[in-house]
Antibody, heavy 121, light 110 residues
Framework: QVQLVESGGGLVKPGGSLRLSCAASGFSFSGYYMTWIRQAPGKGLEWVSYITSSSSRVYYADSVKGRFTISRDNVKKSLYLQMSGLRTDDTAVYYCARYDYHTSGSPFDYWGQGSLVTVSS | QSVLTQPPSASGTPGQRVTISCSGS????????VNWYQQLPGTAPKLLIY???QRPSGVPDRFSGSRSGTSASLAISGLQSEDEADYYC???????????FGGGTKLTVL
């Protein structure tokens, strides 16, 4: 079965950096786009970034552009999010999700359990 | 302020039918398929409906989706207590050049 397991979250000071990882299993990782989505405490969902299956293209929400970097390792079946210049409003649970771009609607069809990132002094 | 507009709350009694609306524009719902996600308390979101009205395997047929113009709706019939959750609509948006979510609707089963 499809499994996505995030790790790397924690407490970081404003201006600091953190790297999230997402380990995938149960599907052909190299054949799928992948994405990061976040949810601030008590708030709704916000798309953060996505990466194509071969890493040829990456896209970011304006709120994180220039500060976050998405990447993947298809051999290790892992997705990453390098976050720098962190701000207090980046505090959120970060979910990795499989992005089924080639299915009508391009749904995020499987999600990890999430990793909490807290930015506070 | 979300690009897609949902009512913050909805409610119903067991067995009832409830609908949740999602209002957008010609740059998102009016042009692209809508997906719906269900987030049970304390858990990660789960895909509920994709491409306006398609159900992934395992999703009961009590859940249905539709689109009309620049709005979409999620309907839940035969409401059950375990349907109490937050529901989010989502679609691609040309103006933002990325996927966008509605603000979410908290469904309470009375």
């Amino acid at each position: 079965q499809v499994q996505l397991v995030e790790s790397g979250g924690g407490l970081v000071k404003p201006g600091g950096s953190l790297r999230l990882s997402c380990a995938a299993s149960g599907f052909s990782f190299s054949g799928y786009y992948m994405t990061w989505i976040r949810q601030a405490p008590g708030k709704g969902l916000e798309w953060v970034s996505y990466i194509t299956s071969s890493s040829s293209r990456v896209y970011y929400a304006d709120s994180v552009k220039g500060r976050f970097t998405i990447s993947r390792d298809n051999v290790k079946k892992s997705l990453y999010l390098q976050m720098s210049g962190l701000r207090t409003d980046d505090t959120a649970v970060y979910y990795c999700a499989r992005y089924d771009y080639h299915t009508s609607g391009s749904p995020f069809d499987y999600w990890g359990q999430g990793s909490l990132v807290t930015v506070s002094s | 302020q979300s690009v897609l507009t949902q009512p913050p709350s909805a409610s119903g009694t067991p067995g009832q039918r409830v609908t949740i609306s999602c209002s957008g524009s010609s740059s998102n719902i009016g042009r692209y398929p809508v997906n719906w996600y269900q987030q049970l308390p304390g858990t990660a979101p789960k895909l509920l409906i994709y491409s306006h009205s398609q159900r992934p395997s395992g999703v009961p047929d009590r859940f249905s989706g539709s689109r009309s113009g620049t709005s979409a709706s999620l309907a839940i019939s035969g409401l059950q207590s375990e349907d109490e959750a937050d529901y989010y609509c989502a679609a691609w948006d040309d103006s933002l050049n990325g996927p966008v979510f509605g603000g979410g609707t908290k469904l309470t089963v009375l």
